[in-house]
């Protein structure tokens, strides 16, 4: 029998065509711009909710530094050996320096001695033509104020020579008490904006160091970097702005006016603007906080008022502060300090 081989049909190769060579490209190319847009959005999100929470955090170490220490002005250690207290000196005749003190839009600058209220160093409005102060951004033209703090410190009860760490400085240092008997020389805090070599802002400490040699002033130290605004306001009692209070007038602890720093100076008066100051009985801050450039998706400039929309004024150089379109996330916070201790002299 014939045997017949069959051989295997040979069919041609075809390559892809033109066409389906373009589109398999152009969708890979679709694929890939999806793909980055996705990963560049993810990115972008994941930097606002960090520059976020960065701020929070920024946000909340301020509003307690803050009021910690706030609320410690004019604190008495009346369990101490040797206290000076505001009546005694009252009775000696005496005019101490007040426990709670302020500059509105100033620059701060090592005072020369520890009577602020007498400083030459540091006045209100000094900030825009201040040396210390020459760019001309809202890292420095910000209208942020100067607010000083006394109060008497706390010696540990097993060392008389080192603080318990109930009373702090702005620096979070405990302040041990003193024995000098004058009230001229208690725990002085200092809260500022100094603007760094970097070109931030910061919400920056000074303290006054009596274990210096001969006692002085403690270098300017930042504390929380980007608080591009600090406003204060004082809640006065029985206070007419730019005049000295009266004597005789009733005090009823509470604060029915809310005054800047430079309302609280009577001019030709220093005693007038000491007995003003005593009558502080709140103090209300605002702060502005700025992350880093890009840190925001899209470009803003609305204004921002730290110490709340009702207290912005043009008579008070940054409650108002208008930013640049720099694409900073910015948070605004405003809080409010009731003072717990008494400030007068009786």
Known sequence: MKQHHFSPIHRKQHGLTLIELLVALGLGLLVTVIATTALLLGQQGYRSVDSTTQLRDRERFATDL????????????LGAGSVSLRSTAKLQGNDPEPDIYGWNNAIYKAPEHLILSETSNITSGNRPSSSLCTATDTSCKNGSDVLVLRYQGVNSPTDATKPDNTMINCMGFGEAGLTNGSLNDRAVSIFHVTRGTNGEPSLSCSYYSFAATGGGWVAS???????????VLFGTDGVTPLTAAS?????????????????LTVAGNDAGTRENWRRVRAVRVGLVLRGPVGSAEQAYANPFTPLGPMYASSSDT??????AADRRLRL???????LRNDLTLR
Do not use: K, M, N
Request: no cysteine; aromatic share 8%; glycine share 6%.
């Open 66 to 77: 803050l009021t910690r220490v706030i609320i410690q002005a004019g604190y008495q250690d």
């Open 221 to 231: 130290q930042p504390l929380i970097e980007g608080v591009e605004s600090f406003q």
């Open 247 to 263: 004597a005789a007038a009733v005090q009823d602890t509470v604060a029915e006016r809310w005054l800047r720093a430079d309302q």
């Open 318 to 323: 940054g409650s108002s502060l208008s930013v």
């Open 332 to 338: 605004q916070s405003t809080f409010t300090v009731h």
